[in-house]
């Protein structure tokens, strides 16, 4: 599955990319993220509770960023396990376009789900993905939009 969208970020590229590779804002910004720790420059490690339809889940996963053009442009890729709900794996390319004080972040985002997961149906799974990638850039516009993040 694939997903790609935008969303206009309200702060500099640089401030936004930054972001990004912090691990507190991460922290706060992906839906059901428990705890990340980073293991290196490039490397982090995340626990994440989900819920797509009824299948609800605790992921540990592996995390890689590589920076292709910082800060205008880097890929992650990953994979976590869910225990008897399965596995998801994948990665996304993200780009960062600077506006004026605003950057415009685009993403197309790729997933293989496996286990029970995988039984939920890719209509489910889309749009539970969608959903969750649209809440974790509004957490992130958000996070970014505060006094104390500037």
Do not use: W
Not at 71 to 84: D, I, V
Not at 117 to 128: D, K, P
């Amino acid at each position: 599955m694939e997903l790609t969208d935008e969303i206009t970020i309200p702060a500099p590229q640089a401030q936004v990319y930054a972001a990004l590779n912090d691990t507190d804002i991460l922290r706060k910004c992906i839906p059901g993220c428990e705890e990340i720790t980073r293991h290196s420059e490039t490397e982090l490690e995340a626990k994440v509770v989900l819920k797509i339809g009824p299948v609800k889940a605790r992921f540990t996963g592996a995390v890689t960023l590589e920076p292709l053009d910082p800060p205008r442009e880097f890929q992650l890729t990953g994979s976590g396990t869910g225990g008897a709900a399965g596995f998801a794996k994948g990665g996304a390319h993200i780009v960062l376009e600077e506006d004026g004080t605003q950057t415009l972040l685009r993403y197309t985002a790729r997933a293989d789900v496996g286990g029970k997961l995988a039984q939920l149906g890719s209509r489910l799974i889309m749009g539970t993905s969608r959903k969750l990638a649209a809440q974790f850039f509004s957490n992130l516009a958000a996070e970014l939009s505060t006094p104390e993040s500037a």
